[in-house]
Each structure stands twice: as structure tokens, then as C-alpha cells.
């Protein structure tokens, strides 16, 4: 078959076109596959998605290019369109635009990235929602500023962006990136300054229409990194709503925006002296408690809310000088369970973890003097369990 004209080389802003169809055949499940002689449609190729839009008013639910032939599958009767027909197409073009802004913001972060780094491209991954970038060396937190400051510059300084294609012989006089060996003609984005890259997809026609280009996460990845960022409308709105929650926080606890991270600290810091508060309190009233056990009982058995491990351990060897069977504390561990510690003078330790392993499905171990561990269960359960020595 022959390749399918791509309108969107040379026409990256058109929305709508006319084209002929040149083939139809049935993919199953109600959809047909549509090859045309021309289209503005971009197909899911080299990391980036396929555009969305409209033949003839179908929705086309995917397009791909195999061997310069690009398919249009779309939902309908197979008597719905015929080949040799006529048909009008038309693109998402928010979808494709958003595409266009975030790859554009992918070359000038790739040509940064390789000409002050050496860094190579090694990934890209252009969905609906999410852009990554992979390459092939580590960058420290203060570069990475560097980086995302570089590419907004380049934005600043809206310079011209050209795509076109090379001959061979032209392009052994070019350095560009590239991540194939190419042998046929080759299409060049060019960025002057920043970027030459071999690419297939459509871009904004200056680096000014791009907006803004927003690292939200850096990772080490494969001896790299991976980036993922937003440009464009998408960073526009990820900032919208960062704002809107940070508004809402701010809101919540009473405090300039510009103020948060301070009253954050401060929060968290009253809090972990509430938990030692209330942790003191507990062992206290655990205390009360030991004193309040009859002497004569053989098993003791309590339950308290969150306490030290080492407060719990001391009680537990308390109980354990005046009393022969099981004695335990549990203590809450915030969570629908309790931290166990378990002594059992006149028997082993051992053989009650097994107990409640089996009845309880606990966690935990230690020696026969001692054992520790986890329990999902309310009191009333534990206390059935451990029951059997409560004659
Ligand atoms: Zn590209």
C-alpha cells in the first residue's frame, strides 16, 4: 500500500482536512480499519499517543503507522463509508496541542540535558496525562533547578522551531540526536541553540508557545534519572490545583500560604509531645493498675492505650514476680490491634504465642521467658483465648 500523506509534517495547525479513503478493513468487534491517502491524525508513535478527533463524524478510537501507512480505526457499520469516498476529518486539537507544548518541552530538556551534561536520552513517554523522560546520567538536586530554570529561559527567548526533512548527503554535515541509525531521509527539529533531534511528531512553531515547563518529580532511575514534568496547559493545571490545596490548607489551619511549612513543623511537633504526654499517662494508670491486681490471681492480663515498649516490658516483669500464669500487657497499637508483651513463669512463654498464632493469627515470637509481638483482635477476643488458664 502506499504511505499515507502526513498533512501534519508541514501543517501542525490545521484542525480539520479532506482526504480519500483508500482501504477498509473490518477489525472486528464493530470497528474498521481506515487507511486514507492523506491525514492530519498523528499516530501513537515514538513515545507519544495517538491524536483523538472525528471521520465523518465517527470517533476514532486509535491511530497507528505501520511501514509509512497510517490506520484510522474507528466504530462503525461496515457499511458506513466505502473506499474511494471522500471524507472530512477532524482533530482533538486541545489533545494535540497539549501534545505539541509537551514535546517541544521534551527536546529543549533532552538538547539541555546533552549539552550541558552529556546526558542522553534513553526514554520518553508522552500519555494523556503524564510525560517522563529517562536518561543516562545522575543529576544532584541543584542541577535539576538548573535544568528546569534553563528550559523556561528558552521559552522566555521564544525562539523559532523548524521541522523538516534532510537528505543523506545533507545530513552528514548536521550533529543531531538521535536514538536509530537512519537511513532514509530524516526529519529535524531544530531548536537553534539548544536542540537537533530526529522526530516524527508535530511541535509549536516557537519555544514562546509553550508556556512553561514544571519538573514535578526527579528520580534516580538505571544509573540516570527519570523525569517526569508537565508543560504547557497541563503545568497550568497542576499549578491551579497545587494552589487550590494549598489555599485549602492554608485555610484550614489559619495561616498565610507562606507560612505553612512553618506551621506545619509546629504541628508536628505539639503532636509528638501529645503522643509522649498521653504515653506517660497510659503508664500511670497501667501503674495504678498493677497495684489494684489481686495478689492471689494467677494470670494477669491488661489492656492500656499506646505506651513505651520499655514501660510495657518493666510492667510485665513486675506481674510476672507476683503472679504464675500468663501475664501480659497489651497496648494499643493505634491501629484496630495491640502491641503484646507476654511472660508465663510457670510454663513457656513459647507455647502461648503459639496459642494465639493459631486462634488470633498473631505475629511475633521470642524465648520461653518472654515473647512480643502483634495481634489484630479486640480485647474480648484475647481474653477468650488466653481464658484457659482463668480457673
Ligand atoms: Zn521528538
Not at 494470670?299 to 499506646?306: E, G, H
Not at 491501629?335 to 493469627?361: Q, V
Request: hydrophobic content about 35%; some cysteine; glycine content about 6%.
Amino acid at each position: 500500500m502506499i504511505q499515507t500523506i502526513k498533512l501534519y509534517d508541514d501543517k501542525p495547525y490545521d484542525r480539520e482536512f479532506t482526504a480519500k479513503i483508500i482501504n477498509i478493513a473490518e477489525a472486528g468487534e464493530g470497528f474498521l480499519d481506515i487507511v486514507l491517502d492523506r491525514t492530519l491524525f498523528f499516530p501513537e508513535e515514538g513515545g507519544q499517543t495517538c491524536d483523538n478527533g472525528y471521520i465523518c463524524d465517527l470517533k476514532v478510537a486509535h491511530v497507528s503507522i505501520d511501514d509509512g501507512v497510517i490506520t484510522h480505526r474507528i466504530q462503525c457499520a461496515a457499511t458506513a463509508l466505502s473506499e474511494g469516498e471522500e471524507v472530512q476529518g477532524r482533530i482533538d486539537w486541545e489533545h494535540r496541542f497539549s501534545n505539541m507544548q509537551n514535546h517541544s518541552a521534551e527536546h529543549i530538556l533532552s538538547g539541555l540535558l546533552h549539552n550541558i551534561w552529556g546526558s542522553e536520552n534513553v526514554g520518553f513517554h508522552l500519555s494523556d496525562n503524564i510525560v517522563t523522560l529517562d536518561t543516562s546520567k545522575e543529576l544532584e538536586a541543584d542541577e535539576i533547578k538548573r535544568l528546569e530554570k534553563s528550559a523556561n529561559k528558552v521559552i522566555y527567548d521564544n525562539i523559532p522551531v523548524d521541522c523538516r526533512y534532510y537528505e543523506p548527503s545533507e545530513l552528514s554535515a548536521i550533529e543531531y540526536r538521535s536514538k536509530k541509525e537512519l537511513k532514509e531521509d530524516v526529519r529535524l527539529v531544530t531548536i537553534p541553540g539548544v536542540d537537533v533531534c530526529a522526530c516524527c511528531a508535530p511541535h509549536v512553531s516557537r519555544t514562546g508557545e509553550i508556556g512553561i515547563i514544571k519538573i514535578i518529580k526527579a528520580i534516580r532511575y538505571k544509573g540516570g534519572m527519570r523525569f517526569t514534568f508537565l508543560a504547557g496547559c497541563r503545568a497550568y493545571d497542576h499549578i491551579t490545583a497545587l494552589q487550590d490545596m494549598t489555599d485549602n490548607v492554608s485555610h484550614l489551619l489559619s495561616v498565610s500560604s507562606d507560612k505553612l511549612d512553618e506551621a506545619v513543623s509546629r504541628l508536628m511537633k505539639e503532636n509528638e509531645e501529645y503522643k509522649i504526654k498521653l504515653k506517660n499517662a497510659a503508664a500511670a494508670k497501667l501503674g495504678q493498675e498493677i497495684k489494684a491486681l489481686s495478689k492471689d490471681s494467677r494470670n494477669a492480663v491488661l489492656f492500656t492505650d499506646p505506651i513505651d515498649n520499655i514501660v510495657q516490658r518493666n510492667a510485665v516483669n513486675d506481674l510476672a514476680r507476683s503472679h504464675s500464669g500468663v501475664c501480659a500487657v497489651f497496648s494499643s497499637d493505634g491501629a484496630g490491634g495491640y502491641n503484646y508483651i507476654i511472660s508465663y513463669p510457670e510454663g513457656d512463654a513459647r507455647d502461648i504465642a503459639k496459642l494465639m498464632k493459631e486462634k488470633l493469627t498473631s505475629k511475633g515470637g521470642g524465648s520461653k521467658d518472654m515473647i512480643q509481638g502483634n495481634v489484630k483482635a479486640s480485647e474480648e477476643e484475647i481474653r477468650r483465648v488466653l481464658d484457659f488458664q482463668n480457673e
